[in-house]
């Protein structure tokens, strides 16, 4: 197969889970997604001579570069940017509390927007994209001993978190809130 | 028992089989870009570099857009920081209160896309000028013009400076390292279907001890006393007294250990590696990409003694900043320029030699683009820091 036709096939087999990588990192919004897949899909056909026989990885690498190529600004933009890191929004208690609060996903994305970026994005290919520490490695562009390591750094933090942040012991109210109760700390 | 990925699996936002981009054959947007992209191959330069952004058929729909008015000040968060959930309700952020959320969005998406696929050559293209023609404008208002370095003057070289910092650094009583900042600031607003506006702002940022912090950004000129002042705040430009409040926030206790939250490095190398960290990249940082880490840097922290003299190392052991000469900058301090010129865009770096500190970074449009009304010497912005 030509490099060209590789890469179709890359575009067909894969342009889902690369939307779906982005959609995590862009708040789900379609349009933007839209967008950026396109322009992730540009880059690495630009790249396509380098397109390894395992691509997904690769592109989620492309796609990482493409969000942060996105929101690299200059003056004004990063400084809002910076400050939406802060931003209660960005770390979710904007959400009032009500019976949605309290499932998982709320608190659990809440231990995680505590973390710093890095830990961020390791923990998310690992749980979101299933990607071994091997395929993270390439994402990262880093040796798989470092991601390993980044990983583990990163689950212990999110332990962390998870343990500060979930809702306090369930009142006879909750009952069944159990599985993100189960774990014990460590 | 649910460890702590099991926990994160469980909360994926857009998981596989969930309503949106779930896997299947692709649709028709999808199919009609793969086409176009497999098409251009006659189009593409012999190294598949250096293309303009305006050739990818899915690039050039990204500027031109929508008729209604998109001041796009507000970015998105980014992906590789946190995010709230989709369909999450988003509080609005920041100084422009009163927009509703559901405007600003497609807004902000599509500028950041703008910045992040146009080359910087373009993007200094959606600069000032047109903006302030037209008797009725105030005088705060006025677009100000490039800093000029003064003729004669003998410029300094980066290495002299760096050996003063060091030797500053090494004083007692020098200036230490403070988490926060002080800048004023000249940017731009922007919008597809409007001229851009330059927008002057007061920004205090400032961290307690109990890792919460305070932010408290005022439209204010300095270079106009008293006067009316620019502002978008609202989501349209309008003019605001002197020192009116655009934000005055308390934010809850964060921590982060990644840059540029993190303390900055007292050493050149490992600063190098910071700055690197700070712009998401793990390539070499060009000169232009290094003063803007350096914009980021400073937007967070107001550096010590040792942190300017690491960087003015740094400056000085790369390429392609040059010494220009003496300025006075808009705060009325005089310092020595470096200047890059790159892709249509000259950064002066506005230094204090007897110190090695930074005290502001010009961008300044060096090549006209008629197509967006800016002409060379048009200022995309200015920030002037200090302690």
Same mark, same amino acid.
């Given at each position: 197969?030509?490099?060209?036709?590789?890469?179709?096939?890359?575009?067909?087999?894969?342009?889902?889970?690369?939307?779906?990588?982005?959609?995590?990192?862009?708040? /789900?919004?379609?349009?933007?997604?839209?967008?950026?897949?396109?322009?992730?899909?540009?880059?690495?056909?630009?790249?396509?001579?380098?397109?390894?026989?395992?691509?997904?990885?690769?592109?989620?690498?492309?796609?990482?570069?493409?969000?942060?190529?996105?929101?690299?600004?200059?003056?004004?933009?990063?400084?809002?940017?910076?400050?939406?890191?802060?931003?209660?929004?960005?770390? /979710?208690?904007?959400?009032?509390?009500?019976?949605?609060?309290?499932?998982?996903?709320?608190?659990?994305?809440?231990?995680?927007?505590?973390?710093?970026?890095?830990?961020?994005?390791?923990?998310?290919?690992?749980?979101?994209?299933?990607?071994?520490?091997?395929?993270?490695?390439?994402?990262?562009?880093?040796?798989?001993?470092?991601?390993?390591?980044?990983?583990?750094?990163?689950?212990?933090?999110?332990?962390?978190?998870?343990?500060?942040?979930?809702?306090?012991?369930?009142?006879?109210?909750?009952?069944?809130?159990?599985?993100?109760?189960?774990?014990?700390?460590? | 028992?649910?460890?702590?990925?099991?926990?994160?699996?469980? $909360?994926?936002?857009?998981?596989?089989? %969930?309503?949106?981009?779930?896997?299947?054959?692709?649709?028709?947007?999808?199919?009609?870009?793969?086409?176009?992209?497999?098409?251009?191959?006659?189009?593409?330069?012999?190294?598949?570099?250096?293309?303009?952004?305006?050739?990818?058929?899915?690039?050039?729909?990204?500027?031109?857009?929508?008729?209604?008015?998109?001041?796009?000040?507000?970015?998105?968060?980014?992906?590789?920081?946190?995010?709230?959930?989709?369909?999450?309700?988003?509080?609005?952020?920041?100084?422009?209160?009163?927009?509703?959320?559901?405007?600003?969005?497609?807004?902000?998406?599509?500028?950041?896309?703008?910045?992040?696929?146009?080359?910087?050559?373009?993007?200094?293209?959606?600069?000032?000028?047109?903006?302030?023609?037209?008797?009725?404008?105030?005088?705060?208002?006025?677009?100000?013009?490039?800093?000029?370095?003064?003729?004669?003057?003998?410029?300094?070289?980066?290495?002299?400076?760096?050996?003063?910092?060091?030797?500053?650094?090494?004083?007692?009583?020098?200036?230490?390292?403070?988490?926060?900042?002080?800048?004023?600031?000249?940017?731009?607003?922007?919008?597809?279907?409007?001229?851009?506006?330059?927008?002057?702002?007061?920004?205090?940022?400032?961290?307690?001890?109990?890792?919460?912090?305070?932010?408290?950004?005022?439209?204010?000129?300095?270079?106009?006393?008293?006067?009316?002042?620019?502002?978008?705040?609202?989501?349209?430009?309008?003019?605001?007294?002197?020192?009116?409040?655009?934000?005055?926030?308390?934010?809850?206790?964060?921590?982060?250990?990644?840059?540029?939250?993190?303390?900055?490095?007292?050493?050149? $190398?490992?600063?190098?590696?910071?700055?690197?960290?700070?712009?998401?990249?793990?390539?070499?940082?060009?000169?232009?990409?290094?003063?803007?880490?350096?914009?980021?840097?400073?937007?967070?922290?107001?550096?010590?003694?040792? *942190?300017?003299?690491?960087?003015?190392?740094?400056?000085? %052991?790369?390429?392609?900043?040059?010494? $220009?000469?003496?300025?006075?900058?808009?705060?009325?301090? *005089?310092?020595?320029?470096?200047?890059?010129?790159?892709? %249509?865009?000259?950064?002066?770096?506005?230094?204090?030699?007897?110190?090695?500190?930074?005290?502001?970074?010009?961008?300044?449009?060096?090549?006209?683009?008629?197509?967006?009304?800016?002409?060379?010497?048009?200022?995309?912005?200015?920030?002037?820091?200090?302690?």
């Amino acid at each position: 197969m030509s490099n060209d036709e590789i890469f179709a096939a890359a575009y067909r087999e894969h342009y889902w889970a690369v939307s779906r990588y982005v959609a995590r990192r862009l708040d /789900g919004r379609t349009l933007d997604v839209e967008e950026v897949v396109a322009e992730v899909f540009t880059v690495a056909w630009r790249r396509r001579a380098d397109l390894p026989p395992s691509p997904l990885p690769w592109l989620y690498g492309v796609a990482r570069n493409c969000l942060a190529n996105a929101v690299r600004g200059h003056g004004r933009r990063r400084r809002l940017l910076d400050r939406l890191g802060n931003d209660d929004t960005a770390h /979710g208690r904007h959400i009032a509390a009500g019976p949605e609060a309290d499932t998982p996903g709320a608190w659990v994305h809440e231990a995680l927007a505590r973390l710093s970026p890095a830990d961020q994005e390791v923990l998310r290919l690992t749980a979101w994209e299933e990607l071994g520490v091997d395929e993270v490695a390439v994402v990262l562009g880093c040796g798989s001993r470092a991601a390993a390591m980044r990983l583990h750094r990163a689950r212990r933090r999110l332990r962390a978190e998870i343990d500060r942040v979930r809702p306090e012991a369930p009142t006879a109210e909750h009952p069944c809130m159990t599985a993100p109760k189960e774990h014990g700390h460590g | 028992m649910a460890d702590e990925l099991e926990l994160l699996r469980g $909360a994926d936002p857009v998981p596989p089989d %969930g309503p949106h981009f779930g896997d299947g054959p692709l649709d028709h947007n999808a199919e009609r870009r793969l086409e176009r992209l497999l098409r251009q191959q006659e189009d593409r330069l012999p190294d598949g570099t250096g293309m303009l952004p305006g050739r990818f058929p899915g690039r050039a729909r990204l500027l031109p857009g929508n008729t209604h008015a998109r001041w796009g000040r507000f970015p998105s968060h980014t992906g590789a920081r946190s995010g709230p959930l989709p369909g999450r309700p988003r509080a609005r952020r920041g100084p422009g209160t009163g927009r509703p959320p559901g405007r600003l969005l497609p807004v902000s998406g599509r500028l950041r896309l703008a910045w992040g696929v146009v080359a910087t050559a373009v993007v200094a293209a959606l600069t000032l000028t047109l903006v302030l023609s037209g008797a009725s404008t105030p005088p705060a208002v006025a677009a100000p013009r490039p800093l000029v370095v003064e003729s004669g003057s003998t410029p300094v070289s980066l290495d002299r400076v760096a050996e003063r910092a060091a030797a500053v650094a090494e004083a007692p009583g020098a200036p230490r390292l403070r988490k926060g900042t002080h800048v004023q600031s000249w940017s731009l607003g922007m919008s597809d279907d409007k001229p851009p506006i330059t927008l002057p702002e007061e920004r205090i940022v400032r961290w307690r001890a109990d890792d919460s912090h305070t932010e408290l950004v005022v439209a204010t000129d300095p270079r106009h006393p008293g006067r009316p002042v620019l502002s978008d705040a609202g989501g349209k430009p309008h003019l605001v007294d002197d020192g009116h409040v655009l934000l005055d926030r308390t934010y809850p206790p964060s921590w982060s250990d990644a840059p540029p939250h993190s303390p900055p490095p007292g050493d050149p $190398a490992r600063l190098r590696a910071y700055l690197m960290e700070a712009q998401f990249t793990d390539t070499s940082l060009t000169t232009p990409q290094l003063l803007d880490a350096v914009a980021t840097l400073l937007d967070h922290w107001t550096l010590g003694a040792r *942190q300017s003299a690491a960087l003015a190392r740094l400056l000085a %052991g790369g390429e392609g900043l040059r010494p $220009a000469g003496r300025v006075t900058d808009r705060l009325g301090r *005089q310092g020595q320029a470096y200047v890059n010129d790159d892709g %249509g865009v000259r950064r002066m770096l506005i230094m204090d030699p007897a110190t090695g500190a930074v005290l502001g970074l010009e961008s300044t449009v060096t090549r006209p683009e008629p197509a967006f009304g800016v002409e060379s010497g048009d200022v995309m912005s200015y920030s002037a820091w200090m302690r």
